[in-house]
């Protein structure tokens, strides 16, 4: 049996998504070795990074009052946010949200639906990445 790791010792995991049933399914493939928090619109996202400074946002583009896209340019604007590492999910299949995510700073980018393993295995590599 894997002993859980304290909360305070957990790298934390921001899932900004307005559906519920997408933050359910992350915040279980996560929980046992991430701290997670969510937020349901992009105005929350911002105020939640700025006070709590999350290791990694997982954030969909398209996001209720403010959108995953102006989320993460004000994320990357900003001093004390500009370095969590932001992960964008998108329902479309074209290549262009993928290019804005770029553009304005994302580190990863996954089309949905998407295999929660391989994600897992991303958020590991990029979060490896960083501390290294």
């Known amino acids: 049996m894997q002993q859980e790791k304290p909360q305070a010792s957990r790298k934390k995991i921001l899932i900004a998504d307005d559906e519920l049933y997408v933050r359910d399914m992350l915040r279980a493939a996560l929980e046992d070795d991430y701290y997670v928090i969510e937020a349901k619109d992009g105005?929350?996202?911002?105020?939640?990074?700025?006070?709590?400074?999350?290791a990694l946002i997982l954030m969909d583009v398209l996001l209720p009052k403010l959108d995953g896209i102006g989320t993460c340019r004000m994320l990357k604007s900003e001093a004390g946010t500009r370095?969590?590492?932001?992960?964008?999910?998108?329902?479309?299949?074209?290549?262009?949200?993928?290019?804005?995510?770029?553009?304005?700073?994302?580190?990863?980018?996954?089309?949905?639906p998407f295999d929660v393993d391989e994600l897992l295995d991303k958020i590991k590599f990029m979060l490896g990445t960083k501390q290294a």
Request: with cysteine.
């Open 83 to 112: 370095d969590i590492l932001v992960f964008m999910m998108s329902g479309r299949t074209d290549n262009l949200d993928q290019e804005r995510c770029k553009a304005i700073g994302a580190e990863g980018y996954v089309a949905k």
């Open 43 to 54: 105005e929350e996202a911002l105020e939640i990074a700025s006070k709590q400074r999350p």
